[in-house]
């Protein structure tokens, strides 16, 4: 059961057009939403975040936009950057019980391959 | 600044071997995670931990143990390897929130990775 899906594995742009990422879920107690980049060899970094109560959140050149109607997020970088070039995963934030208790956890997509071509 | 630190980088493992992965983090972050990245699928929770001395399971707990004997360290052990435990391990850390709000506990920060392989 995929609660967090990225359609799109791969997405290729030109260096100063607009990257639109992708991003569903199914899960409607989710609270927070997360977009997280990661470079080879490297873990992955916090990007931006948006409340499960706020429809936009806009941080420099990347923008999310969540839609909760049709259970979908967005994540706009403007203008693209060569630098951009990496794996972006979204992030959902949930309740869920384990052992620990209750407590809360990420669920998160199989990333998006942004390839920003000079 | 070292923030999440991942021990070892890479290890090759034969089937039935035993090995402990280290995460050490420099945040005074009392939330610890550990998850698994296998090719074309998200991150998924092993276990985790709360805090010291706490630890609990997440969404693919078995065939791994942990430990958090002191806040900065998160161990994660494989007692008999198995080939289907070849997978990239990531350690992460987070803060309590202040003011009841979920969403700094789950800016989590990510270590490198440790790159595994079962023989």
């Known amino acids: 059961d995929q609660q967090v899906k990225q359609n799109s594995p791969s997405l290729s742009v030109q260096e100063g057009r607009i990257s639109i990422l992708n991003c569903d879920y199914t899960n409607s107690m989710f609270d927070y939403f997360l977009w997280y980049k990661k470079y080879p060899a490297e873990g992955p970094t916090f990007l931006i975040s948006i409340s499960s109560i706020k429809d936009k959140n806009e941080d420099g050149r990347f923008t999310v936009f969540l839609n909760k109607s049709a259970k979908h997020l967005s994540l706009h970088i403007v203008p693209s950057q060569p630098g951009d070039s990496a794996v972006y995963f979204c992030a959902a934030s949930g309740k869920f019980k384990s052992s620990g208790g209750s407590n809360y956890k990420l669920t998160f997509g199989k990333g998006t391959l942004l390839t920003v071509n000079p | 600044n070292a923030g999440v630190t991942q021990t070892p980088k890479f290890r090759v493992l034969k089937t039935g071997q035993s090995m402990t992965l280290l995460c050490a983090q420099d945040m005074n972050h009392e939330y610890m995670y550990w998850y698994r990245q296998d090719p074309g699928m998200g991150l998924r929770l092993i276990h985790y931990?709360?805090?010291?001395?706490?630890?609990a399971k997440g969404e693919v707990p078995d065939g791994y143990n942990v430990s958090r004997l002191k806040k900065q360290n998160f161990l994660l052990g494989l007692e008999s390897a198995a080939p289907s435990q070849t997978s990239v391990y990531f350690c992460?850390?987070?803060?309590?929130?202040?003011?009841?709000?979920?969403?700094?506990?789950?800016?989590?920060?990510f270590g490198a990775g440790t790159r595994l392989s079962v023989l």
């Open positions: 931990s709360v805090g010291e001395g706490t630890t």
């Open positions: 992460a850390s987070s803060r309590t929130p202040s003011g009841g709000g979920t969403l700094a506990k789950n800016i989590q920060y």
